[in-house]
């Protein structure tokens, strides 16, 4: 009965200011570190609190406390752990480590109602005088004072970690390395786009005008944008290598503009979600490359390219062999060094697609959905000669069409499993030498 009671005390009432004895002995000895004088409390007391608070060994990364009487009366203190957050953290079925307090006493334990889901990683105490120390469930899940006591929590700490990216720029970039994931989540699930950009502000990426490694805001992206260009560009590659040699990037070298590079699958799908940011539309160089510019005049083909009877006879050619695959083949002059590229409408919508919906539709019904457009550089020795072999060698021409088609769909990432191409590849380059 004892450790019952000692249980009871220390969960609910161990900071209450009179002290409270059993057998004796006081109980109730932690101190309410939120209430103090941040500037009076030491590093110390934290580490020893951020312990006590989330039943954890390390130290606390970065360390919030706060105090304001308006809109509401509280007193916070927040911090974010020095670990990595673990694989149960990070599923969304974890709980919250922040507790709710009104006037030093235990309202709820973990309190997933005062701080977003996406900032499940936090740890700490939220204490309010504004809420009443006999609140119902069905206020504390939909009420007023907690609604607002959210929104000032949430934005007091996006703040708190923009302020923390401008004057300490590499502890943060550590953060973000290991915390990142969450503000990503955050922008996904929010509804409110002012929400989403303000989230957005603490993501970080690298850049095409900049070196590798080196990350860039959004903020700091738009700061650098030209006068005259209107969208936020993006290109979604696994490495930083295969961003700088695509050739969707390679298109958009004569506008100069920049671009930010997206490493992880799930970054693109976030500025989906995003879809904007300052006003400015965040669009990706696959969109923009299909959008440009870029009809070839038959009757005035470049020097070295190929001929018009040439292109047209080429082109009718492609769209019987890539038909039921290739919804169009259109002849361009924006690439260089890459002989063909795939596009569709909505590049990022459409890899989405294939990673988590492809897999369960016929091939027929996924070329209808997907709709791709084979773009040949009237200009490359391999669209030359591929010209050349269709009346020459007509099934090595129909083997290096598929392989091109295929080579332009695992480029856009439209490809779920890249390693189909091995077969037809070392068939095509067995029918090449055959006569070597």
């Given at each position: 009965?004892?450790?019952?009671?000692?249980?009871?005390v220390?969960?609910y009432?161990n900071?209450?200011?009179?002290?409270i004895?059993?057998n004796?002995?006081q109980?109730n000895?932690?101190?309410?570190?939120w209430l103090k004088?941040?500037k009076?409390v030491?590093?110390q007391?934290?580490e020893?609190f951020?312990r006590?608070v989330?039943g954890?060994?390390?130290?606390p990364?970065f360390v919030l406390?706060?105090?304001t009487d308006a809109?509401?009366?509280?007193r916070?203190l927040?911090y974010v752990?020095e670990g990595?957050p673990?694989?149960f953290?990070?599923?969304?079925?974890?709980?919250?480590g922040v507790?709710l307090y009104?006037?030093?006493?235990?309202i709820?334990?973990k309190a997933d109602?005062i701080?977003?889901q996406?900032?499940?990683?936090?740890?700490?105490?939220?204490?309010s005088?504004?809420?009443?120390?006999?609140?119902?469930?069905e206020l504390l899940?939909e009420?007023?004072?907690?609604?607002?006591?959210?929104?000032?929590v949430?934005?007091?700490?996006?703040?708190?970690l923009?302020?923390?990216?401008?004057?300490e720029?590499?502890t943060?970039?550590?953060?973000y390395k290991?915390y990142?994931?969450f503000?990503k989540e955050g922008?996904i699930?929010?509804n409110e786009?002012l929400?989403k950009?303000?989230i957005?502000?603490?993501?970080?990426?690298e850049?095409s005008t900049?070196?590798?490694?080196?990350?860039?805001s959004?903020p700091?992206?738009?700061s650098?944008m030209?006068?005259?260009?209107?969208?936020i560009?993006?290109?979604?590659?696994?490495?930083?290598?295969l961003?700088?040699?695509?050739?969707y990037?390679?298109?958009?070298?004569?506008?100069?503009?920049?671009?930010?590079?997206c490493f992880?699958?799930?970054d693109?799908?976030?500025?989906l979600?995003?879809?904007?940011?300052?006003?400015?539309p965040?669009?990706?160089?696959?969109?923009?490359?299909r959008?440009?510019?870029?009809?070839?005049?038959?009757?005035?083909?470049?020097?070295?390219?190929l001929?018009?009877?040439?292109?047209?006879?080429l082109?009718l050619w492609?769209q019987q062999?890539?038909k039921?695959?290739?919804?169009?083949?259109?002849?361009t002059q924006k690439?260089?060094?890459h002989?063909?590229v795939?596009?569709v409408?909505?590049?990022?919508?459409?890899?989405h697609?294939v990673r988590?919906?492809s897999?369960?539709?016929?091939?027929e019904?996924?070329?209808?959905i997907?709709q791709?457009?084979f773009?040949?550089?009237?200009?490359h020795?391999?669209?030359?000669?591929?010209?050349t072999?269709?009346?020459s060698n007509p099934d090595?021409a129909?083997?290096?069409a598929d392989?091109?088609?295929?080579?332009?769909?695992?480029t856009a990432g439209?490809?779920?499993?890249?390693r189909k191409m091995?077969?037809s590849?070392?068939?095509?380059?067995?029918?090449?030498l055959?006569?070597?």
């Amino acid at each position: 009965m004892v450790f019952v009671c000692i249980g009871i005390v220390k969960k609910y009432s161990n900071f209450v200011g009179s002290p409270i004895f059993l057998n004796g002995s006081q109980i109730n000895r932690v101190e309410a570190l939120w209430l103090k004088d941040p500037k009076g409390v030491e590093a110390q007391m934290h580490e020893d609190f951020y312990r006590f608070v989330s039943g954890s060994y390390d130290r606390p990364r970065f360390v919030l406390h706060f105090a304001t009487d308006a809109p509401l009366n509280l007193r916070c203190l927040l911090y974010v752990p020095e670990g990595k957050p673990g694989l149960f953290e990070m599923s969304r079925d974890a709980q919250v480590g922040v507790s709710l307090y009104s006037r030093k006493v235990l309202i709820k334990n973990k309190a997933d109602n005062i701080i977003p889901q996406w900032l499940r990683f936090l740890k700490g105490v939220v204490d309010s005088e504004d809420i009443p120390l006999n609140l119902s469930r069905e206020l504390l899940q939909e009420g007023v004072v907690i609604r607002k006591l959210r929104t000032v929590v949430t934005n007091r700490l996006l703040r708190f970690l923009q302020e923390r990216a401008q004057k300490e720029s590499e502890t943060y970039l550590k953060f973000y390395k290991d915390y990142g994931m969450f503000l990503k989540e955050g922008i996904i699930i929010e509804n409110e786009q002012l929400h989403k950009e303000e989230i957005s502000k603490l993501l970080r990426f690298e850049s095409s005008t900049k070196a590798s490694g080196e990350a860039t805001s959004l903020p700091d992206y738009l700061s650098r944008m030209q006068p005259a260009q209107k969208d936020i560009y993006y290109l979604a590659a696994p490495s930083r290598e295969l961003a700088e040699r695509s050739p969707y990037l390679e298109a958009l070298r004569e506008k100069a503009v920049e671009v930010l590079f997206c490493f992880e699958p799930y970054d693109e799908m976030v500025l989906l979600q995003l879809r904007q940011f300052d006003g400015k539309p965040i669009t990706s160089v696959e969109k923009e490359m299909r959008q440009m510019k870029d009809d070839v005049d038959l009757n005035s083909m470049p020097i070295g390219s190929l001929t018009k009877s040439e292109a047209e006879s080429l082109s009718l050619w492609l769209q019987q062999i890539l038909k039921g695959r290739a919804h169009a083949v259109k002849l361009t002059q924006k690439l260089d060094s890459h002989p063909c590229v795939v596009t569709v409408e909505e590049m990022a919508a459409a890899r989405h697609f294939v990673r988590t919906q492809s897999s369960q539709l016929t091939p027929e019904a996924r070329w209808s959905i997907l709709q791709p457009r084979f773009e040949i550089n009237i200009k490359h020795p391999l669209i030359k000669k591929l010209s050349t072999l269709k009346d020459s060698n007509p099934d090595l021409a129909t083997m290096l069409a598929d392989q091109l088609f295929a080579m332009g769909m695992v480029t856009a990432g439209l490809e779920e499993d890249p390693r189909k191409m091995v077969s037809s590849l070392n068939e095509l380059l067995t029918k090449a030498l055959e006569n070597h």
